[in-house]
């Protein structure tokens, strides 16, 4: 089973910061945040990934709590292209059992 | 190109025929992997590779899927006597890595069995 929650979907207007939040309660030290997104009929791509240091890249910005619980993934400008489903993961990232799983992800509606 | 290319894009089986879906990984990639995806859900595992090594099958839904990547590059999934219920998108993925968690997917071999 996944092991975070997200909210099943969420608006933003065109323009706007599109904050998606992810709990992540159960995190173990070892484990990593990892955002995929997925637009229609293509395959999931990633975005950002974490440990505990607040992280940033061209795409997005993903911020972590301190006690690592739950995190924020940050569109800073969203365009209408970034309607997709939202993937927060959490991941062993050095482990033999190298698997990610999925949950139902967050749907991002963008309104023009 | 340079992305995972998976083929083919779609096929259409009648119930009990065999299939084969076929992953071409980005080259030099260690790590391969399956997913299954039904409509209005998120990708399910079904398997890992590492080089040709099957690491971990414990996603196969049952013994009817069988995968493998005989020289540790394009790998094929198969899928015999095929059931409606094996209805979805199969995805694969590849990494060069298998410790920074950065998976390139496909866009996937869409499966209707009528």
């Known amino acids: 089973d996944a092991k975070t929650t997200q909210p099943p979907s969420m608006d933003c207007a065109e323009g706007r910061a599109a904050n998606l939040p992810c709990n992540h309660s159960?995190?173990?030290?070892?484990?990593?945040v990892y955002w995929y997104r997925q637009i229609h009929s293509q395959g999931p791509q990633y975005i950002i990934h974490g440990l505990k240091n607040n992280e940033t890249n061209e795409m997005a910005s993903l911020i972590i709590t301190e006690d690592r619980k739950s995190s924020t993934l940050i569109l800073p400008h969203a365009t209408l292209r970034d309607t997709a489903v939202y993937y927060c993961?959490?991941?062993?990232?050095?482990?033999?059992?190298?698997?990610?799983?999925f949950g139902k992800g967050t749907r991002l509606h963008i309104l023009p | 190109g340079a992305g995972v290319s998976q083929s083919p894009r779609y096929k259409v089986a009648k119930r009990g025929q065999d299939v084969a879906l076929r992953c071409d990984p980005i080259s030099g990639h260690v790590s391969l992997f399956w997913y299954q995806q039904a409509l209005g859900q998120g990708p399910e595992f079904l398997t890992y590779?590492?080089?040709?090594?099957?690491?971990?099958k414990s996603g196969l839904p049952s013994d009817r899927f069988f995968a493998e990547r005989p020289e540790g590059s394009v790998s094929t999934l198969k899928i015999q006597r095929t059931q409606q219920e094996d209805s979805a998108v199969y995805l694969c993925?590849?990494?060069?890595?298998?410790?920074?968690?950065?998976?390139?997917f496909g866009e996937g071999s869409r499966l209707t069995v009528l």
């Open positions: 993925a590849s990494s060069f890595r298998t410790d920074t968690g950065e998976l390139f």
């Open positions: 590779f590492q080089n040709e090594a099957q690491l971990d």
């Open positions: 993961i959490v991941r062993v990232g050095l482990n033999r059992d190298d698997k990610i799983i």
């Open positions: 159960t995190i173990s030290g070892n484990e990593y």
